[in-house]
């Protein structure tokens, strides 16, 4: 069953002059983990805003449970979670102001809805009267999490929930993700973070509104078209530039301590000799080894 629904949506900003989406089409399924993934200024906001009633878009439908983004935004208002991408509760108010003052936007109560917050409220409950804007970031973002499912939403929507946070915490909130799952919530979260897109059902990626792929991450990593391999050197500036000038080079990215290239030519180990002969004259520390592509590596892919 469809949750959410997205069928040609456009959005331009400064009377067209600038385009957020650009004919955005996608659907969520009941349940379901998705992740929009993209860099900042690809088009994620805009489209959480679109579905949480808070912009009209300039073409295209878009349905949430059924109901219409524009003609029934109070039905969808009333059942939906929101967490946008800056923090943006009653900073003077303590926590469980907060959280009270939510449940009673929503006509419900803390006590009501507790079993759905109550994995992650435990880790507030110490700093309960202690103000919002005090609390460290990922004390935060766990508070923001509480007031967007206080109400017990059929969909929730996440705009960038771990940006400007440590990996402990995000890994703590992808976890409290998994379990909010388990109550038959669909989530749809957006991250510039490509490491985070595995840990999501399925993913979208997007770029400067355009839709570049939708699939399950293991699938858009197995349909990655050539093979990939890493290269190391003790000059890596060096190494860059030499690979990007060789005839035998499709594309040539650096990534991390690595360098991540794929060949023009189809005998793989034929090129992996050749580019191995050539370099090991001028670099020393060499190594080139084969690797699985990441979710980075299809999303350069994809966007060149």
């Keep these: ?84 991408g800056k923090f943006s509760l009653y900073q003077d108010l303590t926590v469980e102001e907060n959280l009270s003052f939510f449940a ?9 809805n507790y079993e759905l917050i109550k994995d992650i409220y435990v880790q507030l409950e110490p700093f309960k009267n202690r103000r919002a804007g005090k609390l460290s970031g990922g004390m ?47 989530i749809l979260v957006s991250t510039p973070y490509m490491d985070e897109a595995t840990l999501c059902e399925r ?14 991450p293991n699938n858009i990593i197995q349909h990655y078209p050539k093979a990939l391999f890493a290269i190391k050197s003790d000059d890596m500036i060096a190494l860059l530039d030499d690979l990007r000038k060789s005839d035998l080079i499709d594309s040539c990215f650096a990534f991390g301590d690595y360098h991540h290239v794929s060949f023009k030519e189809s005998n793989i180990e034929g090129m992996k000799e050749q580019i191995t002969s050539d370099l090991q004259e001028t670099h020393s520390g060499l190594e080139v080894k084969r690797i699985t592509p990441s979710i980075e590596d299809c999303f350069i892919n994809l966007m060149n």
């Design 1 to 84: 069953m469809v949750e959410v629904s997205l069928q040609n949506i456009g959005k331009t900003y400064e009377d067209g002059a600038v385009t957020a989406l650009n004919d955005v089409s996608f659907s969520v399924n009941k349940g379901e983990l998705f992740g929009l993934i993209g860099p900042d200024g690809a088009g994620k906001t805009s489209l959480f805003r679109i579905l949480t009633t808070l912009l009209i878009p300039n073409g295209g439908t878009a349905t949430v449970f059924g109901c219409d983004v524009v003609n029934d935004y109070k039905t969808i208002r009333k059942h939906l979670g929101y967490m946008p």
């Design 104 to 112: 009673m936007v929503f006509g419900t109560t803390i006590q009501e």
């Design 140 to 186: 935060k973002q766990k508070l923001a999490l509480c007031c967007a499912l206080i109400h017990k939403p059929k969909v929730l929507l996440l705009d960038e929930p771990t940006t400007g946070v440590d990996a402990v915490s995000r890994k703590e909130f992808w976890e409290m993700l998994k379990r909010l799952k388990e109550q038959e919530i669909t």
């Design 203 to 216: 993913i979208a990626l997007i770029q400067e509104g355009h839709i570049l792929s939708i699939d399950t």
